[in-house]
Structure formats: C-alpha cells, structure tokens
C-alpha cells in the first residue's frame, strides 16, 4: 500500500533559510531574464538593419516620374490615342516589333462588354454600336459600359478573388459566418459608386475604428474575417491558437494590398524578400487588439425565439444520434433519414454582421516566435510598418495606441507609399490584357518577375494616385487606347509570334477563353433566363446528393426554394469552401482558401463532357432552342441567325450556316442550340 506524506511544520530558521535562498533564486532569474531580454533586443536591432541593395529593388523605389515617349514620324501619329501607347510603341520599337491593325467593331463591343460587365452584349446592343457613326461612339459605349451596375458584379468578383472571399470558414467544419454576404455586397457597391481605392482600403483595414456605429464601415472590416479558420468541435472557440488567427490577417494584407508574401517571413527571416522575422510579427502587432465581432441583427424576442427552436430541434436530433449509436450496425434506414428530416428543420442563422473590432483587455502581447512556435516567445515587440521602406532607427509604437489599423491604413495608402498603387494598378491592367505588366501580381518582391513596362507602370500609378485613387479613370484610360484595341489575330505575324510567343511587348490583343462564372452567366444570358436582381443573400442552387454527403453536416446545404433566383449571376452564388459548383470548378474557379492572383485556363476533357452532356449545358440549350422558336418561329435560316447572334455576336458565315442547316434537317433544333454553347466563338473573347 502506498504511503501518503504528512506534512509537518518548519521551524523559524528553516523557515527563513528557504525564503533567502528563494528570494536569491529569483534575483538570479530575473538578472538572467533581464540580461536575455537585453540581448535579444540587441539581436533585434542588428537584425532588423538592411542593405543598399535590399532596399534598392525596383518596387521599394518611390515611384519615377516618367516623361510621356514623343514620335514625330506618320506611323506613330497613325496610332497615338492615349499617353499608353506611346510607352508600348516605344517598347515594340526597341524589340523590333509593331502594333497589330484594329479590331472590327463587333470584336470591340464584345470584347469590351465583357471585360467590364462580365455579359455579352445583346444583338439589339451590337447593332445600335455598328450603326453609331459618330467620332464618339466607342467613348459612349466605353461610358454606358462604366455606369452598368453589371460592372461592378465583374470588376467586384476580380477583388473577391484576391482577398479569398468566402462565407464559410473551411477546414472538416466549414462553419457559416453569417451574414458574410454583406461583404460581398459592399464590394459591388463600392466599384459601381467608384469609391476611391484609398478609402476602400482605409474602410476594410480599420472603418471599426473610424465608426464603430456605421454599419457599411462594420461590413467592410470583415475583410479581417476572410481567410479560413479551425474551430473545436461543437463550440466556437479557435482550436488553433490566436497565432493561426493574427498569421490569416497579415497574409491578407501583404498579397492583396502589398503584393508581398510577408507570410513567408513568420518562421524564420523571408528566404528572398527583404522581411526580417522580426519585421513580420512588428507588423502583426497593429492586429494584436482584433477580434471577432458577430453583430447581431435582431431583436432580443427574436433571438430568443430563434435559440428556442434550435434548442428543440438540436435535443430531438441528439437523442435520434443516441439511437443509432445503440443500434451498432443493425438497419437503421429510417432513424437516420430522421436526423436528416430535422436537420433541414433547423432554422437558418440569424442576420448578422461578420465583422471585428478592438478589445483593449484582450489585446495579444506579441513575440517573435522561435520557428513562428508560440510556445517559444522571444522579446516582446510593438508595432511597426516594414523595416525595408524605414529608416534602420525608426522607433516601434507603443501597444496601447490609439486607432492601430487606422495608422496601417494611412501608411498603406499614402500616396508616396511605393507598393500600393504600383499593385492595385497592375491588377486592373491585368484583368483588361490577361497579364500584368509585372506578371506576378501578388509577388512584387525578388522572387517576382520585374516589370515589362516600369515606366508605364509608374506613370499609370501617378496618374491613378492624382486622379483621387478612382477606377474607372483608368478603365477609361486603358480601353481607349489603340494597344487595348489591337487585333488579336496573329496571321502574317509570324516574324512577332517566333520572337514574343507570350505577347511581353503587347503587339497584339490576348485572345482568353471566359471564366467559369462567365460562362454561367452567359448561358443564362443568351437563353433569356438571367435574373440580374442585386444583393441580398446568397443562393444554394440544386447539386449532386453525393456531394451534399461528403458534407460535415448536409444540413450545411439549403437549395434556396425561389427558383427563379436559381438564374441569377454567379457571384450571388453561394461561396463555400467545401463544396463549388463542380460547373464552376471544371472552368478553374478559384478554390477559395488562398488569394487568387489571376485566373489560370486549363483545358482538359473535363471541360468539353460538362458543356456537352452536364445538365446545366443541356437545360440551357432547350431554353436557348424554345427562345428561338418563340422569336423565329419554324424559321431555320432564322433560327441559325438569330442562334449566332445571341451566342457569337455575329451571323454565322456561308460554311457555318450551310453546315447548321443541314444539321436541322436531321437533328432537333435543341441539339443544334448545344453545339452553339461549345462553340469556341461563343466561349472565347478576341
């Protein structure tokens, strides 16, 4: 039997023995601490120093002045319409290579409707275009296209992918934020209002702190909210610690405001980037203070009622669980499709607004990290911006700072800031032309490809920056001119294509095939079915039963019972991690967990089986087959007509008409409105 101690009373001496041999235990800890804490500020100090050529890589710089290149031979004057392309001449001159002729007009309204609404123009559109002789008619369609609301669902989506939207939280559980949408919608709104880039900025990094009573400005800050999140099971704590929390927000910010991958710097110093270990967690000290903020949108009776009803249904589907449980493998066909039944029952999650805000108390002391491994604090360290754009003395902040995204925000977007504009403004020239003018557009570090066009690049950041940090100035600027309006053919360019195979040097448009959610959208465009109702919560559209199991919770996926909201753009479309679309996956939709730095376009034979045998192809071409019969009747030179109009903007030409009317003798006219959602007319843009 094991013996239990008794513990007896010491005497006086002993007692003050050990109190002085403590007290000098102590003392030597602390004089040990302290001679650590004094060297690793020391070490911080000398680590933290950069050289010469770290803080001279060329997107460090402050921007360059460039002066506008000037031709005064009859070929340059031929094709000068904006300040753009007197850079691009000047670059295709230096490379022995020229500008390709203009696209027709029907490749122009196309080509520009969808890069800025994401649609194709209707042929009621394209005929109006064609038949506008007037000196301004492509300006005005360049205006209308602007002041669409469709443009801001396009040019919305772009940021969305970057900033890795999502109303789920990923990981086994993929939990719900709540009212997450409204994020979505606050960006649409934003690029339709053209709200400067520097107050978009300034409203996502820290509108808490400027109102925290403003609810668009509680909205915005749920960009802190994006990245994906591990929960336990069966509560809402964070199983991952606070770190994985602070590391999700940096990430954000570095790629999608800086174009830098200061992540790569939370475990050690960046193994190419000039950001120091130590610069990382000074940066992720302006976060310490940031937490979730669900805001409730209801009132207390109706959150009581809601808790009520979730409380019954939640007890009943336990119990049914209990059941299966005993029943241990024997048939129990019925008791689950109970659980399933009440699963469904669960009443949706309230209104709410996903956002965060600064809790002082709650403030996280912030360490560097040995290995980025919170049990292994080092030094405390207060906030600071990135040490290669500092001065090596420049002093941290202190922790208790007033309003510390406010100040991030105003560092990010002041206007001599060298990363900021330099990036935004090459995300949009990517989007217009499929490349960046540096072609990494969430890497502008050493590891990142270097500018094809600096000076351009420059002088269109300067001008953006002294145009009130406003979009559609620059849309403006890119679409009018000649480089955006060059052919994309390349026959007779051989000479071009065997010495620019990547069109680096602009000499021709970059023929792309259209994004997944493009593609959606224009099938439901041309069939006549499209729903362009605005905002609101998101839709769960009709999917596979198997992938609804895979699941953690299949009550996870509601199909919204409207059907007619069933044909609405994609981008009101549910965004869940676990689960996309698999149409909008095949196309290559991004998969949510990481920023999006640009679209990539497979092709693989996925792709060709969904658009010819996938039921939303096919449920599309009957609704595009009974359009025509309503609008051609038994017309079929008519139906061809009108089937190539609506699908590629254009009549068909002599071969395809011939071949499409022998094809009608022989085939029902739904087969024939199939072939014109395969074709390569309808799903690429010129």
Same mark, same amino acid.
């Given at each position: 039997?094991?013996?239990? /101690?008794?513990?007896?009373p010491i005497g006086p001496v002993l007692a003050f023995t050990l109190c002085t041999l403590a007290a000098a235990a102590m003392t030597r800890a602390e004089d040990s601490a302290a001679e650590k804490t004094s060297k690793g500020a020391e070490e911080t100090k000398a680590a933290a120093l950069y050289t010469s050529d770290e803080r001279n890589h060329w997107s460090f710089l402050p921007r360059s002045q460039p002066a506008v290149p000037r031709f005064s031979d009859d070929e340059a004057k031929q094709w000068m319409r904006s300040d753009i392309d007197a850079f691009v001449l000047q670059r295709l001159r230096k490379e022995k290579l020229s500008f390709s002729p203009q696209a027709d007009r029907r490749t122009l309204i196309r080509r520009l409707t969808y890069d800025l609404t994401g649609l194709p123009p209707t042929p009621a559109e394209v005929a109006a275009f064609l038949t506008d002789k007037t000196p301004t008619a492509y300006e005005k369609l360049v205006n209308r296209l602007l002041a669409s609301p469709r443009y801001g669902e396009r040019w919305? *989506?772009?940021?969305? #992918?970057?900033?890795?939207? /999502?109303?789920?939280? &990923?990981?086994? +559980?993929?939990?719900y934020r709540a009212g997450s949408w409204r994020y979505r919608d606050y960006v649409i709104q934003s690029f339709n209002a053209d709200k400067p880039f520097d107050q978009f900025v300034t409203e996502q990094l820290a509108g808490d702190e400027i109102d925290a009573n403003n609810r668009d400005l509680q909205v915005a800050v749920g960009f802190h909210r994006l990245g994906p999140i591990r929960r336990n099971q069966g509560n809402a704590e964070v199983a991952f610690s606070r770190n994985e929390v602070l590391t999700e927000m940096i990430d954000g910010i570095g790629v999608s405001l800086l174009g830098m991958t200061i992540g790569c710097a939370r475990c050690h110093d960046h193994m190419f980037d000039p950001v120091r270990q130590v610069d990382y967690y000074r940066f992720q000290a302006f976060l310490a203070a940031t937490h979730e903020n669900d805001i409730p949108l209801t009132t207390e009776a109706e959150a009581a009622a809601w808790k009520k009803k979730t409380d019954e249904i939640t007890g009943r589907i336990k119990k049914l669980r209990v059941e299966l449980a005993k029943a241990d493998g024997q048939p129990a066909e019925k008791l689950r499709a109970d659980v399933k039944r009440l699963e469904i029952q669960l009443p949706a999650p309230l209104p709410t607004v996903s956002s965060v805000r600064n809790i002082a108390d709650q403030r996280s002391s912030i360490h560097l990290l040995a290995r980025g491994d919170e049990s292994q604090k080092k030094q405390r360290l207060g906030m600071r911006y990135l040490g290669v754009l500092l001065t090596d003395d420049a002093p941290e902040l202190p922790a208790d700072t007033p309003g510390p995204r406010t100040r991030l925000a105003k560092w990010i977007t002041d206007p001599a800031h060298p990363l900021t504009a330099r990036v935004i403004v090459n995300r949009i020239w990517q989007n217009h032309f499929g490349r960046g003018i540096v072609s990494t557009p969430n890497d502008f570090g050493f590891n990142g490809m270097s500018p094809t066009h600096p000076e351009l690049l420059d002088f269109l950041a300067n001008r953006f920056v002294a145009e009130g940090w406003k979009f559609k100035p620059l849309h403006r600027l890119i679409v009018m001119s000649a480089t +955006? %309006? *060059?052919? /994309? $053919?390349?026959?007779?360019? =051989?000479? $071009?294509? @065997? =010495? #620019?195979? &990547?069109n680096r040097w602009l000499w021709r448009f970059q023929r792309r095939r259209l994004q997944a959610e493009e593609i959606r959208d224009s099938m439901l465009a041309v069939a006549g079915t499209i729903n362009l109702e605005t905002g609101g919560p998101s839709i769960m559209l009709p999917v596979e039963q198997e992938l609804i199991d895979l699941l953690y919770k299949p009550s996870q996926w509601k199909v919204t019972a409207d059907e007619q909201s069933h044909s609405r753009r994609s981008i009101y479309l549910i965004a869940k991690r676990n689960l996309r679309l698999p149409f909008l996956e095949v196309f290559d939709q991004p998969d949510l967990q990481t920023s999006c730095a640009g679209r990539i376009a497979t092709t693989h034979s996925p792709q060709a089986l969904e658009l010819l045998n996938g039921k939303f192809s096919n449920q599309m071409a009957v609704t595009l087959a009974n359009r025509l019969r309503r609008d051609a009747g038994k017309n079929s030179p008519e139906q061809v007509e009108q089937g190539y109009q609506l699908t590629a903007g254009r009549s068909p030409t002599d071969?395809? %008409?011939?071949? @499409?009317? @022998?094809?009608l003798k022989q085939h029902p006219l739904e087969d024939f409105t199939l072939a014109l959602l395969n074709l390569n007319a309808f799903l690429y843009v010129e």
């Open positions: 039997m094991q013996e239990h /101690s008794v513990r007896r919305g *989506q772009h940021w969305l #992918d970057v900033v890795r939207f /999502s109303e789920t939280e &990923g990981f086994e +559980y993929d939990r +955006y %309006r *060059q052919g /994309s $053919a390349t026959t007779g360019r =051989k000479a $071009a294509l @065997a =010495k #620019d195979p &990547g071969r395809e %008409r011939t071949i @499409a009317l @022998a094809f």
